[in-house]
Protein backbone atom coordinates (compact mmCIF):
# COMPACT_ATOMS: atom_id res chain seq x y z
CA UNK A 1 0.00 0.00 0.00
CA UNK A 2 0.94 3.52 -0.57
CA UNK A 3 2.20 5.60 2.58
CA UNK A 4 1.88 8.67 4.19
CA UNK A 5 2.56 11.31 1.35
CA UNK A 6 4.12 14.72 2.57
CA UNK A 7 4.97 17.94 0.72
CA UNK A 8 7.45 20.07 0.58
CA UNK A 9 10.22 17.76 1.80
CA UNK A 10 11.90 21.09 2.81
CA UNK A 11 11.08 24.72 3.17
CA UNK A 12 12.84 27.53 4.56
CA UNK A 13 11.27 30.89 5.03
CA UNK A 14 11.96 34.51 6.82
CA UNK A 15 10.65 34.98 10.12
CA UNK A 16 6.80 36.15 10.07
CA UNK A 17 6.42 34.65 6.96
CA UNK A 18 3.62 31.76 5.88
CA UNK A 19 4.28 28.59 5.50
CA UNK A 20 1.70 25.60 5.01
CA UNK A 21 2.15 21.92 4.89
CA UNK A 22 -0.14 18.95 3.51
CA UNK A 23 -0.07 15.47 4.41
CA UNK A 24 -2.05 12.81 2.39
CA UNK A 25 -2.59 9.88 4.69
CA UNK A 26 -3.42 6.22 3.48
CA UNK A 27 -6.38 4.81 1.59
CA UNK A 28 -9.09 4.68 4.88
CA UNK A 29 -7.41 5.62 7.82
CA UNK A 30 -9.86 7.62 9.47
CA UNK A 31 -7.00 9.22 12.11
CA UNK A 32 -4.66 11.59 11.11
CA UNK A 33 -2.27 13.68 13.58
CA UNK A 34 0.47 16.11 13.29
CA UNK A 35 3.62 15.91 15.41
CA UNK A 36 6.17 18.67 15.41
CA UNK A 37 10.01 17.52 16.11
CA UNK A 38 12.67 19.88 17.38
CA UNK A 39 15.77 19.02 16.24
CA UNK A 40 17.49 16.50 18.88
CA UNK A 41 13.64 15.88 20.57
CA UNK A 42 10.99 13.13 20.26
CA UNK A 43 8.24 13.74 18.24
CA UNK A 44 5.31 16.29 19.85
CA UNK A 45 1.87 16.26 19.20
CA UNK A 46 -0.05 19.48 17.56
CA UNK A 47 -3.15 18.03 16.20
CA UNK A 48 -5.42 14.34 15.97
CA UNK A 49 -7.88 14.55 13.63
CA UNK A 50 -10.48 11.73 13.64
CA UNK A 51 -12.39 11.50 10.44
CA UNK A 52 -12.17 15.94 9.54
CA UNK A 53 -13.41 16.34 13.26
CA UNK A 54 -10.58 17.67 15.70
CA UNK A 55 -10.17 14.68 18.42
CA UNK A 56 -6.77 17.10 20.46
CA UNK A 57 -5.72 20.37 19.47
CA UNK A 58 -4.42 21.03 22.82
CA UNK A 59 -0.53 21.72 22.38
CA UNK A 60 -1.38 23.36 19.34
CA UNK A 61 -0.17 27.30 18.98
CA UNK A 62 -3.48 28.33 17.91
CA UNK A 63 -2.34 32.29 17.62
CA UNK A 64 -0.12 30.73 15.05
CA UNK A 65 -0.94 27.62 13.79
CA UNK A 66 -4.05 26.36 12.17
CA UNK A 67 -4.85 22.77 10.37
CA UNK A 68 -7.85 21.37 8.80
CA UNK A 69 -8.85 17.98 7.29
CA UNK A 70 -11.24 18.38 4.35
CA UNK A 71 -13.50 15.53 4.09
CA UNK A 72 -11.68 13.55 6.14
CA UNK A 73 -8.66 12.69 3.94
CA UNK A 74 -5.90 15.00 3.18
CA UNK A 75 -4.80 18.07 5.38
CA UNK A 76 -2.77 20.83 5.71
CA UNK A 77 -1.15 22.66 8.66
CA UNK A 78 -0.02 26.25 8.55
CA UNK A 79 1.69 28.65 10.72
CA UNK A 80 1.40 32.47 10.40
CA UNK A 81 3.29 34.42 11.57
CA UNK A 82 6.41 32.17 11.22
CA UNK A 83 8.85 32.62 14.79
CA UNK A 84 12.55 31.48 14.95
CA UNK A 85 11.39 28.52 17.18
CA UNK A 86 8.90 27.28 14.98
CA UNK A 87 11.91 25.59 12.85
CA UNK A 88 11.58 21.68 13.19
CA UNK A 89 10.48 18.81 10.94
CA UNK A 90 6.67 18.38 10.78
CA UNK A 91 5.45 14.89 10.26
CA UNK A 92 2.40 13.92 9.65
CA UNK A 93 1.18 9.74 10.25
CA UNK A 94 -2.18 8.38 10.04
CA UNK A 95 -3.57 5.26 11.77
CA UNK A 96 -6.59 2.74 11.87
CA UNK A 97 -7.27 3.84 15.56
CA UNK A 98 -10.60 4.73 16.76
CA UNK A 99 -11.66 1.61 14.05
CA UNK A 100 -10.19 -0.85 16.36
CA UNK A 101 -8.45 -2.64 13.26
CA UNK A 102 -4.94 -1.88 14.42
CA UNK A 103 -3.00 0.84 17.08
CA UNK A 104 0.02 0.83 14.61
CA UNK A 105 0.86 4.40 13.51
CA UNK A 106 2.35 5.15 9.82
CA UNK A 107 4.43 7.83 9.48
CA UNK A 108 5.16 10.19 6.35
CA UNK A 109 8.47 11.51 5.73
CA UNK A 110 8.22 14.89 7.36
CA UNK A 111 8.63 18.39 6.01
CA UNK A 112 12.20 19.96 7.51
CA UNK A 113 10.84 23.82 8.00
CA UNK A 114 13.91 26.01 9.07
CA UNK A 115 13.01 29.64 10.25
CA UNK A 116 15.33 32.18 9.37
CA UNK B 1 -0.33 12.94 31.60
CA UNK B 2 1.90 9.89 30.33
CA UNK B 3 5.42 10.88 29.90
CA UNK B 4 8.12 8.59 28.81
CA UNK B 5 12.03 9.18 29.33
CA UNK B 6 15.10 7.64 27.45
CA UNK B 7 18.29 7.98 29.87
CA UNK B 8 20.56 7.59 27.59
CA UNK B 9 21.40 10.76 24.63
CA UNK B 10 23.78 8.53 22.73
CA UNK B 11 25.39 5.28 22.37
CA UNK B 12 27.84 3.78 20.08
CA UNK B 13 28.63 0.08 19.59
CA UNK B 14 31.06 -2.02 17.24
CA UNK B 15 29.14 -3.84 14.25
CA UNK B 16 27.87 -7.56 15.74
CA UNK B 17 28.00 -6.54 19.39
CA UNK B 18 24.57 -6.49 21.24
CA UNK B 19 22.98 -3.42 22.71
CA UNK B 20 20.68 -2.31 25.11
CA UNK B 21 18.61 0.90 25.11
CA UNK B 22 16.70 2.24 28.12
CA UNK B 23 13.23 3.59 28.48
CA UNK B 24 11.06 3.90 31.53
CA UNK B 25 7.75 5.41 31.16
CA UNK B 26 5.06 6.94 33.94
CA UNK B 27 0.91 6.02 33.81
CA UNK B 28 -1.87 5.15 36.36
CA UNK B 29 -2.93 3.24 33.31
CA UNK B 30 -3.57 -0.44 32.98
CA UNK B 31 -4.21 -0.89 29.29
CA UNK B 32 -1.87 0.59 26.81
CA UNK B 33 0.79 -0.20 24.15
CA UNK B 34 4.58 0.24 24.21
CA UNK B 35 6.66 0.86 20.74
CA UNK B 36 10.13 1.45 20.09
CA UNK B 37 10.82 3.29 16.43
CA UNK B 38 13.58 3.96 14.69
CA UNK B 39 14.13 7.37 12.42
CA UNK B 40 17.25 7.26 10.51
CA UNK B 41 18.74 10.25 8.61
CA UNK B 42 15.17 9.95 6.15
CA UNK B 43 13.20 11.15 8.98
CA UNK B 44 10.95 8.46 8.20
CA UNK B 45 9.74 6.85 11.33
CA UNK B 46 10.19 2.93 11.43
CA UNK B 47 8.26 0.91 13.60
CA UNK B 48 10.93 -1.53 15.41
CA UNK B 49 9.07 -3.49 17.87
CA UNK B 50 5.47 -3.09 20.14
CA UNK B 51 4.35 -4.51 23.23
CA UNK B 52 0.95 -4.89 24.66
CA UNK B 53 0.78 -4.17 28.23
CA UNK B 54 -1.80 -7.18 28.90
CA UNK B 55 0.43 -9.52 27.56
CA UNK B 56 3.25 -10.96 29.97
CA UNK B 57 5.63 -12.33 27.54
CA UNK B 58 8.42 -9.84 26.02
CA UNK B 59 8.24 -9.09 22.57
CA UNK B 60 10.79 -10.00 19.47
CA UNK B 61 11.16 -9.58 15.95
CA UNK B 62 14.35 -10.99 14.70
CA UNK B 63 17.33 -9.30 15.74
CA UNK B 64 15.76 -7.00 18.53
CA UNK B 65 13.56 -7.50 21.77
CA UNK B 66 12.78 -6.21 24.31
CA UNK B 67 12.68 -6.64 27.95
CA UNK B 68 8.92 -5.34 29.31
CA UNK B 69 9.02 -4.86 33.30
CA UNK B 70 5.20 -3.99 33.73
CA UNK B 71 5.99 -3.13 37.62
CA UNK B 72 8.94 -1.31 37.47
CA UNK B 73 7.60 0.68 34.00
CA UNK B 74 10.74 0.08 31.94
CA UNK B 75 10.48 -0.96 28.36
CA UNK B 76 13.79 -2.05 27.67
CA UNK B 77 15.24 -2.63 23.23
CA UNK B 78 18.26 -5.58 22.72
CA UNK B 79 19.39 -5.08 19.57
CA UNK B 80 21.42 -8.11 19.10
CA UNK B 81 24.30 -8.75 16.13
CA UNK B 82 24.04 -5.38 15.53
CA UNK B 83 24.32 -3.86 11.58
CA UNK B 84 25.67 -0.61 10.60
CA UNK B 85 22.19 -0.05 9.40
CA UNK B 86 21.04 -0.21 12.69
CA UNK B 87 22.83 3.40 13.00
CA UNK B 88 19.68 6.02 14.05
CA UNK B 89 17.90 7.69 16.41
CA UNK B 90 15.94 5.37 18.30
CA UNK B 91 12.37 6.51 20.25
CA UNK B 92 9.95 4.81 23.24
CA UNK B 93 6.65 5.81 23.13
CA UNK B 94 3.82 5.18 24.91
CA UNK B 95 0.05 4.38 23.66
CA UNK B 96 -2.63 4.74 26.05
CA UNK B 97 -5.71 2.86 24.37
CA UNK B 98 -8.50 5.52 25.53
CA UNK B 99 -6.01 8.54 24.18
CA UNK B 100 -5.36 7.03 20.92
CA UNK B 101 -2.22 9.18 20.63
CA UNK B 102 1.37 8.15 20.98
CA UNK B 103 3.70 10.10 23.77
CA UNK B 104 7.32 9.94 22.72
CA UNK B 105 10.59 9.37 24.62
CA UNK B 106 13.81 12.14 23.64
CA UNK B 107 15.08 9.53 21.88
CA UNK B 108 18.99 7.77 21.90
CA UNK B 109 21.46 8.29 19.06
CA UNK B 110 22.65 4.82 18.33
CA UNK B 111 25.75 4.99 16.25
CA UNK B 112 27.16 1.11 15.02
CA UNK B 113 30.70 1.29 14.13
CA UNK B 114 32.55 -0.72 11.42
Known amino acids: EAGVAQSPRYKIIEKRQSVAFWCNPI?????LYWYQQILGQGPKLLIQFQNNGVVDDSQLPKDRFSAERLKGVDSTLKIQPAKLEDSAVYLC??????????????FGSGTRLTVV | AQTVTQSQPEMSVQEAETVTLSCTYDTSENNYYLFWYKQPPSRQMILVIR??????QNATENRFSVNFQKAAKSFSLKISDSQLGDTAMYFC???????????FGQGTRLTINP
Open chain 1, 27 to 31: SGHAT
Open chain 1, 93 to 106: ASSLLGQGLDYGYT
Open chain 2, 51 to 56: QEAYKQ
Open chain 2, 93 to 103: AFLNQGAQKLV
